[in-house]
């Protein structure tokens, strides 16, 4: 009998951080919104309150089922990005979670390609 492959989810968020020195937070929820791990970068300081951020993954869960009624005519979402004023979010589903992420906004867009396809790999057997 194969045994199963044990994820250390905290081990995954902290490589995630760990790739940049403007990464701000990450977090993997499952597709209910409820947050499985997260972290804030130290050093780095909330944009929102432990109430908020619950209330956010939970829409990124909701965003995801919303997005998926259009997979059959336009494809799968390879990942979502959102540029805000203070921060950069980014989003990656994968089979059975969603990997949620937040960065500095001056981050140039090929750096921010460059992490997604790190990161898509880091997450891959999620």
Not at 110 to 119: M, V
């Amino acid at each position: 009998m194969a045994r199963k492959k044990i994820l250390n989810l905290l081990e995954i968020v902290q490589k995630i951080l760990n790739l940049d020195s403007q990464m701000r937070f990450a977090a993997i929820i499952d597709t209910k919104g409820k947050i499985r791990e997260a972290i804030m970068k130290t050093g780095k300081t909330s944009l929102e309150s432990q109430k908020e951020e619950e209330h956010f993954c939970k829409q990124v869960a909701q965003r995801r089922a919303m997005r998926k009624e259009f997979d059959r005519t336009l494809g799968k979402v390879r990942y979502v990005h959102v540029e805000r004023e203070k921060v950069s979010q980014m989003v990656i589903y994968t089979k059975r979670n969603i990997v949620y992420f937040a960065m500095e906004p001056e981050m140039p867009i090929n750096t921010k390609i460059r992490l997604i396809t790190k990161i898509k790999k880091i997450t891959a057997d999620l």
